[in-house]
């Protein structure tokens, strides 16, 4: 039994001892002994009383439901009383004993003074002080083990100049809260993994130190731990030998394995275990599923034992920290759940508290940090520990010198530059060899462990390589322990440094050698790039190379970082220390390639490689050549908004850009913000300040569209936030802004309204006393927010078009509401109010009507919706005509009776029809009806419900953008069909759909096309896959929904087809498009038919306005655009999405589908032949030569250049006029030539075409397989 609390105890005891299954005649006796415990010795006791003589004593944690059995969990049985326990009692005494409450209770002092002694033998007095002389040999050598941790980590740097970094956790919905070191631990953690991750010189190691510090110093939250031990990985790393846990252990601590072995199993309660540097991830998950060991005592390599560790093989009980470089995948390594955490750096007021620690000197660190706070770029750079560090060490030098404080350090290069430039000169004078010769073997042992991925040297190697490593200010030493030796072992003094020096060693190699290396290292990051796009990377190669790349990425920012001569310090300089024009050359056609390849993290590191060039003229060449910016998955930093500022400052405009940043950091950027066209922004929470940006968009400075999402985070920064999403866009000269209000503001009547005004109003308003009023309307009570949001609210926005609206029910207090509306905004047109919940109208809209109508307005109500319009007595063709049909309800219920499911519809396959030459790319179909039915085509998979029999003939047509421009929030939800029966006998369509969610086919219709006008014609029933209309008389239909709430999934296809191969072609292009589901296949395939298609199962679920890549293996292929934004686009031309190149000897390839904004596959990998047994051969193998010059006329244009042989072959044979031929003579530019050449075409015949393409063919044979081939720019 386990009993929780000493009350408990207690009356559990009193009932065993009067239990009546005893013996008669027996005298049962329970002797009960409570160790003294000490204030601070943690957790409570569980005390278990199994007989009359032994109990044993547990160690319980408060908020554990449940005790994890393991090694050394249970004490051994306590046979006797402590020696200083004077006295215990028969059991009777117990029933009357007053119980004394808290942790520590002394059952002697709560005794009766006249209880009788009872004598006990001379035996367990024995046993009892043997055990006292243990406990207190074992405290005492904890408390030896304490100070020698002390001794090992309380030096002047960490006890003095400790400073926490920030550290961030991602919750479930994807945002980031702070949370501090202390708050790692608490006691909901205990059994699960802490993972600090973070990059090179974030403080990890400085957290994992301090941490042991404390525990030794006896912390408050760490007084949970018996005991605690420190495993730093590059040490681990040195060891060659195997060992046991124990003896690993020991080597760590400095004490025997005797000791060690002595400290476990006295350990009552919990043994922490911290992991620094625990990088090489990939070989510790094989290790895990081939040499793990189940035994403390078994002897393996370290690296095997600290995985076994991590897979609660051994120690199960053992609490463990683990600091790591690496991201790592949640489930890849560790069992159970785990708990990640990010060290980002410090905050400002962190900076500013290292350097007053640093400096120490109040005088020193005023003057010094204002230098800094004068220097922004710097100080945001300040964030990171170790650049803190390093600029304090050389601001410190250089007041000592006089020197100018700041000057040169503006990126991570001229920093650490400035650093190793300094310790060169103070304290590397009278060296046994030179200072290049010193820094070319610094750079070789960097390079060395670079690619061995390693950071720790023994004495041999450097020896080899440095004549005095001893006496060089970069290296630092330690002891590591062998069997029978100590080893002295070196590294760099911090990690960042290895891989400065590897940059610098490529900049002081020769030239050809230099080129090749830096050629190698930019092939390595860009092959790992392209691995890590590939989710499904089932093989250990690839997950290598992947780490290995990222490792390597720093050595690419100090290469570019070093091609900035100016800020080179002049000591460098003298020693001709400078990065070649050819190898800057080659660092910047890396990024300007891979630029346009790559989002998220490797476009961040790409701009960061920008910013270290600081080649302005360069970074604008970059940027406006980029068709997007993705940073949305990363959080930026305020050192990244501050390399981004610079690098938007130098660009003309960029296309779209998407950020993940906070409020604060909003307004470093805010200016360089207004160079974009479509800007996208996750920030976590949304304030007025975002009025600014609105107001750039009426402008012209943001030249299109603002997306701003308020991050759904923690409660408390959602109740900062008034509002949850603000979208604003301007089309045909109007701004249309969307705002959705917090659901954390429930006293609001409207949860979502989109205001449209005239974008020349825009520029008078000010939007930011918008937000502001917005923010206090929202946190009112209801009983004034009608008249507060509605009418003060709006009315700060002048020249208001239409205002959509959306609550959750329609109340009768709507009516007043909506009668001031259209009373205070003369401009105003169009007032929509959409219910979510509930919306019964009838009964209380009837007086609204009426008001109305005597205003000049008209009000109808359409589902869960009502649309208040001024009353026209005629509408433009652009104009949306609704049909109100009183009866359609129960026309509805008559109809379903007797309609059927599109699933019973008898299947035919059309006849295709020829069409005149304008169409003769748009299918035409017919379809011979035999009889009355349902018929679906399997081409299209309409569905005609025929009354008898027909020939009906129907095709694709193009939507009008006007047309949809006048439906407002509706738009095209499948192709637009122009349909014809010749004897008038289909009474029903079903036309199929792609919407997946019940909310979009509640908002889907028919739009009906007659005479220039468009009607919208209300489903009889929506299915899973079709609409249902009835139909009196045939024209064009086309199915359209309401775009009122956020884009949702529908069903889609992913269509990959393969253009033809020339015989000068090296590669394969795969065309890759994705396609709502409702486009037909044969309408993609008829407008490639040089292409052929390869079947595959092309089924899946697609967000429109999300972004997606494409990944493809093998590795060597390349996909371009690396990502792409999914549409619901249904014609009149289908683009591919994505094309990809592979190697012309390649048989097949592997393709699947990323979600960028979610991370996740939603086209599993594919096999995708190349070749022709599983494709669909092209309609025609190649097109005819007047289909070519059709096709290709603007290319053809643009390209040839042998116009006039071509026009004097014509002239032979008599094809051209002369007064045509006159004046392509006359034109001035080849162009003008070539365009007049087209009319002669047109005019001619096919005829003349052929004699075209067969002197073409003649004078420019390139041009011709280069477009036929399908790879002219304008594929």
């Given at each position: 039994?386990?009993?929780?609390?000493?009350?408990?105890?207690?009356?559990?005891?009193?009932?065993?001892?009067?239990?009546?299954?005893?013996?008669?005649?027996?005298t049962?006796?329970?002797i009960?002994?409570?160790?003294?415990?000490?204030?601070?010795?943690?957790?409570?006791?569980?005390?278990?009383?199994?007989?009359?003589?032994t109990?044993?004593?547990q160690?319980y944690?408060?908020?554990?439901?449940?005790?994890?059995?393991?090694?050394n969990?249970?004490?051994?049985?306590?046979?006797?009383?402590?020696?200083?326990?004077?006295?215990y009692?028969e059991?009777?005494?117990?029933?009357?004993?007053?119980?004394?409450?808290g942790?520590n209770i002394?059952?002697?002092?709560s005794?009766?003074s006249?209880?009788?002694?009872?004598r006990?033998?001379?035996?367990?007095?024995?046993?009892?002080t043997?055990?006292?002389?243990?406990?207190?040999?074992w405290?005492?050598?904890?408390?030896q083990?304490?100070?020698?941790v002390?001794?090992?980590?309380?030096?002047?740097s960490l006890a003095s100049?400790?400073?926490e970094?920030?550290?961030t956790?991602?919750n479930?919905?994807?945002?980031?809260?702070?949370?501090?070191?202390?708050?790692?631990f608490?006691?909901?953690?205990?059994?699960?993994?802490?993972?600090?991750?973070?990059?090179?010189?974030?403080g990890k190691s400085?957290?994992?130190?301090?941490?042991?510090?404390?525990?030794?110093?006896?912390?408050?939250?760490?007084k949970?731990?018996?005991?605690?031990?420190y495993?730093?990985?590059?040490?681990?790393?040195?060891?060659?030998?195997?060992?046991?846990?124990?003896?690993?252990?020991s080597?760590?601590?400095?004490?025997s394995?005797?000791?060690?072995?002595?400290m476990?199993?006295?350990?009552?309660?919990?043994v922490?275990i911290?992991?620094?540097?625990?990088?090489?991830?990939?070989d510790?998950?094989f290790?895990?599923?081939?040499?793990?060991i189940?035994?403390?005592?078994?002897?393996?390599?370290p690296?095997?034992?600290v995985?076994?560790?991590?897979?609660?093989?051994?120690?199960?009980?053992?609490?463990?920290?683990i600091?790591?470089?690496?991201?790592?995948?949640?489930?890849?390594?560790?069992l159970?759940?785990q708990?990640?955490?990010?060290?980002?750096?410090?905050?400002e007021?962190?900076?500013?508290?290292?350097?007053?620690?640093?400096?120490?000197?109040?005088e020193?660190?005023?003057?010094?940090?204002?230098?800094?706070k004068?220097?922004?770029?710097?100080?945001?750079?300040?964030?990171f520990p170790?650049?803190?560090?390093i600029?304090?060490?050389?601001?410190?030098?250089?007041?000592?010198d006089?020197?100018?404080?700041?000057?040169?350090l503006?990126?991570t290069?001229?920093?650490?530059t400035?650093?190793?430039?300094?310790?060169?000169?103070?304290?590397?004078?009278g060296l046994?060899?030179?200072?290049?010769?010193?820094?070319?073997s610094?750079?070789?042992?960097?390079?060395?462990?670079?690619?061995?991925?390693?950071?720790?040297f023994?004495?041999?190697?450097?020896?080899?390589?440095?004549?005095?490593?001893?006496a060089?200010?970069f290296?630092?030493?330690?002891?590591s322990?062998?069997?029978?030796h100590?080893?002295?072992m070196?590294s760099f003094m911090?990690?960042?440094?290895?891989?400065?020096?590897t940059?610098?060693?490529?900049?002081?190699?020769?030239?050809?050698?230099?080129?090749?290396k830096?050629?190698?290292?930019l092939?390595?990051v860009?092959?790992g790039?392209?691995?890590?796009c590939?989710?499904?990377?089932?093989?250990?190669?690839?997950?290598?190379k992947?780490?290995?790349?990222?490792?390597l990425?720093?050595?690419?920012l100090?290469?570019?970082?070093?091609?900035?001569?100016?800020?080179?310090?002049?000591?460098?300089k003298?020693?001709?220390?400078?990065?070649?024009?050819?190898?800057?050359?080659?660092l910047k056609?890396?990024?300007?390639?891979c630029?346009?390849?790559?989002?998220?993290?490797?476009?961040?590191?790409i701009?960061?490689?920008?910013?270290?060039?600081?080649?302005?003229?360069?970074?604008?060449?970059?940027?406006?050549?980029?068709?997007?910016i993705?940073?949305?998955n990363?959080?930026?930093?305020n050192?990244d908004?501050?390399m981004?500022?610079?690098?938007?400052?130098?660009?003309?405009?960029i296309s779209?850009l998407r950020?993940?940043?906070t409020?604060?950091n909003?307004?470093?950027?805010?200016?360089?913000?207004?160079?974009?066209?479509e800007?996208w922004?996750?920030v976590d929470?949304?304030?007025?300040?975002?009025?600014?940006l609105i107001?750039?968009?009426?402008?012209?400075?943001?030249?299109?569209?603002?997306?701003?999402?308020?991050?759904?985070g923690?409660?408390?920064?959602r109740?900062?936030?008034?509002?949850?999403?603000?979208?604003?866009?301007?089309?045909?000269?109007d701004?249309m802004?969307?705002v959705?209000?917090?659901?954390?503001r429930?006293?609001s009547?409207?949860?979502?309204f989109?205001?449209?005004?005239?974008?020349?109003?825009?520029s008078?308003?000010?939007?930011?006393?918008?937000?502001?009023?917005?923010?206090?309307?929202?946190?009112?009570h209801?009983?004034?927010?009608?008249?507060?949001?509605?009418?003060?609210?709006?009315?700060?926005?002048?020249?208001?078009?239409?205002?959509?609206?959306q609550t959750d029910?329609w109340?009768?207090r709507?009516?007043?509401?909506i009668?001031?509306?259209?009373?205070?905004?003369?401009s105003?047109n169009?007032?929509?109010i959409?219910a979510t919940?509930?919306?019964?109208p009838?009964?209380?809209?009837?007086s609204?009507?009426e008001?109305?109508?005597?205003t000049?307005w008209?009000?109808t109500?359409?589902?869960?919706?009502?649309?208040?319009?001024?009353?026209?007595?005629?509408f433009?063709?652009?104009q949306l005509?609704?049909?109100?049909?009183?009866?359609?309800?129960?026309k509805?219920?008559?109809?379903?009776?007797?309609?059927?499911?599109?699933?019973?519809?008898?299947?035919?396959t059309p006849?295709?029809?020829?069409?005149?030459?304008?169409?003769?790319?748009?299918n035409s179909?017919?379809?011979?009806?035999?009889?009355?039915?349902?018929?679906?085509?399997?081409?299209t998979?309409?569905?005609?419900?025929?009354?008898g029999?027909?020939?009906v003939?129907?095709k694709?047509?193009?939507w009008?953008?006007?047309?949809?421009?006048?439906?407002g929030?509706?738009?095209?939800?499948g192709p637009?069909?122009?349909?014809?029966?010749?004897?008038?006998?289909?009474?029903?369509?079903?036309?199929?759909?792609?919407?997946?969610s019940e909310?979009?086919?509640?908002?889907?219709?028919?739009?009906h096309?007659?005479g220039?006008?468009?009607?919208?014609?209300?489903?009889?029933?929506?299915?899973e896959?079709?609409?249902?209309?009835?139909?009196?008389d045939?024209?064009?239909?086309g199915l359209?929904?309401?775009?009122i709430?956020?884009?949702s999934?529908v069903?889609?296809?992913v269509?990959?087809?393969?253009?033809p191969?020339?015989?000068?072609?090296r590669?394969?292009i795969?065309?890759?498009?994705?396609?709502?589901?409702?486009?037909?296949?044969?309408?993609?395939?008829?407008q490639?038919?040089e292409?052929?298609?390869?079947?595959?199962?092309?089924?899946?679920?697609?967000?429109?306005?999300?972004?997606y890549?494409?990944?493809?293996?093998?590795?060597?292929?390349?996909?371009?655009?690396?990502?792409?934004?999914f549409?619901c686009?249904?014609?009149?031309?289908?683009h591919p999405?994505?094309?990809?190149?592979?190697?012309?000897n390649?048989e097949?390839?592997?393709?699947?589908?990323?979600?960028?904004?979610?991370g996740?596959e939603?086209?599993l990998?594919?096999?995708?032949p190349?070749?022709?047994?599983?494709?669909d051969?092209?309609?025609?193998?190649r097109l005819?030569?007047?289909?070519?010059?059709?096709?290709?006329?603007?290319?053809?244009?643009?390209?040839?250049?042998?116009?006039?042989?071509?026009?004097?072959?014509?002239?032979?044979?008599?094809?051209?006029?002369?007064?045509m031929?006159?004046?392509?003579?006359?034109?001035?530019?080849?162009?003008?030539k070539?365009?007049?050449?087209?009319?002669?075409?047109?005019?001619?015949?096919?005829?003349v075409?052929t004699?075209?393409?067969s002197l073409?063919?003649?004078?420019e044979?390139f041009?011709?397989?280069?477009l036929?081939?399908?790879?002219?720019?304008q594929?």
């Open positions: 039994m386990v009993l929780n609390g000493r009350r408990d105890l207690l009356e559990q005891v009193t009932k065993t001892s009067s239990s009546d299954d005893q013996p008669s005649g027996s049962k006796r329970t009960i002994h409570l160790r003294p415990m000490r204030q601070e010795a943690g957790p409570e006791r569980i005390v278990e009383a199994w007989n009359k003589s109990i044993y004593i160690d944690q408060p908020g554990i439901t449940e005790y994890q059995a393991g090694p969990t249970m004490m051994e049985p306590v046979p006797g009383p402590p020696h200083d326990f004077p006295q009692w059991d009777g005494w117990i029933e009357s004993l007053p119980i004394q409450q942790p002394n059952v002697a002092e005794c009766p006249s209880a009788p002694r009872t006990y033998s001379a035996f367990w007095e024995h046993i009892w043997e055990r006292r002389i243990k406990a207190h040999a405290q005492k050598m904890i408390c083990y304490k100070k020698s002390k001794c090992r980590h309380d030096n002047v100049q400790y400073t970094p920030v550290i956790q991602r479930k919905k994807g945002s980031f809260q702070n949370i501090t070191v202390e708050e790692l608490h006691i909901g953690m205990f059994y699960r993994p802490i993972i600090l991750q973070g990059n090179s010189g974030s400085f957290i994992a130190q301090k941490i042991m510090l404390d525990w030794a110093s006896e912390k408050h939250y760490l949970g731990f018996d005991l605690a031990f495993l730093r990985c590059e040490e681990l790393m040195c060891l060659s030998e195997e060992m046991n846990l124990i003896e690993l252990l080597w760590n601590c400095n004490f394995s005797d000791q060690i072995s002595q476990l199993q006295n350990s009552i309660q919990r922490f911290i992991i620094d540097g625990l990088d090489d991830l990939d510790l998950r290790m895990c599923h081939e040499f793990c189940s035994s403390n005592l078994e002897r393996a390599p690296e095997v034992i995985c076994s560790l991590i897979r609660k093989q051994i120690l199960p009980r053992s609490f463990l920290l600091t790591t470089r690496t991201e790592v995948p949640q489930g890849m390594l560790f159970g759940q708990h990640f955490f990010k060290i980002v750096g410090f905050c007021k962190g900076v500013e508290e290292y350097f007053q620690k640093f400096f120490q000197d109040e020193l660190f005023r003057k010094a940090f204002k230098y800094l004068a220097n922004k770029s710097l100080f945001a750079i300040c964030s170790v650049i803190c560090w600029i304090c060490t050389v601001m410190r030098e250089r007041f000592s006089g020197a100018d404080v700041t000057s040169g503006e990126t290069t001229s920093i650490y400035g650093l190793v430039s300094t310790l060169l000169e103070h304290h590397c004078q046994s060899q030179s200072v290049l010769t010193m820094l070319r610094l750079g070789q042992l960097a390079e060395k462990g670079m690619l061995e991925q390693k950071v720790s023994d004495e041999k190697n450097v020896n080899e390589t440095i004549s005095d490593p001893a060089s200010p290296l630092c030493n330690f002891l322990r062998r069997r029978i100590q080893e002295t070196f911090h990690r960042s440094f290895q891989e400065f020096f940059a610098l060693y490529y900049v002081l190699l020769d030239e050809e050698e230099s080129q090749r830096v050629r190698e290292l092939h390595t860009e092959r790039w392209a691995l890590s590939w989710s499904d990377r089932d093989f250990s190669v690839a997950g290598l992947t780490r290995h790349s990222k490792l990425q720093p050595v690419i100090f290469l570019c970082g070093l091609c900035k001569t100016e800020w080179i310090p002049s000591f460098f003298k020693h001709n220390m400078a990065v070649s024009i050819n190898i800057e050359t080659q056609e890396w990024i300007n390639t630029s346009q390849r790559y989002q998220n993290e490797h476009k961040l590191f701009l960061c490689c920008l910013y270290e060039l600081h080649d302005k003229s360069f970074v604008g060449k970059v940027l406006e050549h980029l068709s997007s993705d940073l949305s990363i959080p930026l930093k050192a908004c501050w981004l500022q610079f690098c938007l400052q130098n660009c003309v405009t779209n950020l993940n940043i409020s604060e909003l307004k470093i950027l805010q200016s360089a913000l207004y160079s974009c066209k800007l922004l996750k929470h949304i304030t007025d300040d975002t009025g600014d107001s750039a968009l009426g402008e012209g400075k943001i030249m299109k569209e603002l997306i701003i999402q308020d991050q759904k923690s409660l408390k920064k109740t900062k936030s008034f509002c949850q999403e603000i979208i604003a866009s301007v089309e045909n000269e701004l802004l969307f959705c209000c917090s659901k954390m429930p006293s009547i409207v949860s979502e989109t205001l449209t005004c005239s974008r020349q109003e825009i008078t308003v000010n939007w930011r006393i918008f937000l502001q009023k917005l923010c206090r309307s929202t946190g009112s209801a009983s004034s927010v009608d008249e507060l949001f509605l009418l003060d609210v709006l009315q700060s926005v002048s020249g208001l078009k239409k205002v959509h609206m029910r109340t009768v709507w009516n007043p509401i009668l001031s509306l259209v009373q205070a905004f003369p105003l169009e007032l929509r959409n919940v509930s919306f019964n009838l009964k209380i809209i009837q609204l009507r008001s109305l109508t005597r000049g008209t009000l109500v359409w589902r869960k919706s009502v649309l208040i319009e001024r009353d026209r007595k005629s433009r063709v652009s005509r609704t049909i109100k049909t009183e009866n359609i309800e129960s509805r219920a008559e109809s379903f009776s007797g309609q059927s499911s599109s699933d019973d519809a008898e299947v035919f006849d295709h029809v020829q069409e005149d030459d304008e169409d003769k790319h748009k179909y017919r379809f011979v009806c035999p009889h009355a039915g349902h018929f679906q085509c399997t081409l998979n309409i569905v005609f419900v025929m009354e029999e027909g020939e003939r129907y694709t047509v193009s009008d953008p006007r047309l949809l421009d006048g439906l929030q509706m738009k095209s939800a637009l069909y122009n349909i014809d029966c010749f004897h008038g006998s289909i009474s029903r369509l079903h036309l199929p759909h792609c919407e997946i909310e979009n086919k509640d908002g889907l219709a028919v739009a096309l007659t220039g006008n468009i009607a919208i014609m209300q489903p009889l029933q929506v299915t896959t079709h609409v249902m209309i009835d139909i009196r045939l024209s064009i239909f359209i929904k309401r775009m709430f956020p884009p999934p069903a889609a296809q269509l990959v087809f393969l253009r191969i020339t015989l000068r072609q590669e394969n795969l065309d890759v498009h994705l396609l709502p589901l409702n486009v037909p296949l044969s309408e993609v395939k008829d490639h038919t292409n052929t298609h390869i079947k595959t199962s092309s089924k899946c679920s697609l967000t429109p306005a999300t972004e890549s494409l990944c493809c293996q093998p590795e060597e292929s390349t996909v371009q655009p690396e990502t792409e934004m549409e686009h249904f014609g009149p031309n289908y999405t994505f094309e990809v190149f592979v190697n012309v390649i097949e390839v592997k393709l699947s589908l990323l979600d960028k904004t979610e996740k939603v086209w990998p594919r096999r995708i190349l070749t022709d047994k599983d494709a051969p092209p309609a025609h193998k005819t030569e007047s289909e070519f010059v059709k096709k290709h006329r603007d290319e053809l244009i643009k390209r040839v250049s042998s116009v006039m042989a071509i026009a004097d072959g014509l002239r032979t044979k008599d094809m051209i006029p002369d007064e031929y006159s004046k392509v003579c006359a034109a001035t530019t080849r162009q003008e070539t365009r007049l050449l087209f009319d002669v075409l047109d005019s001619g015949g096919a005829s075409k004699e075209f393409y073409l063919k003649d004078e044979t041009l011709v397989d280069e036929e081939s399908g790879h002219s720019g594929q």
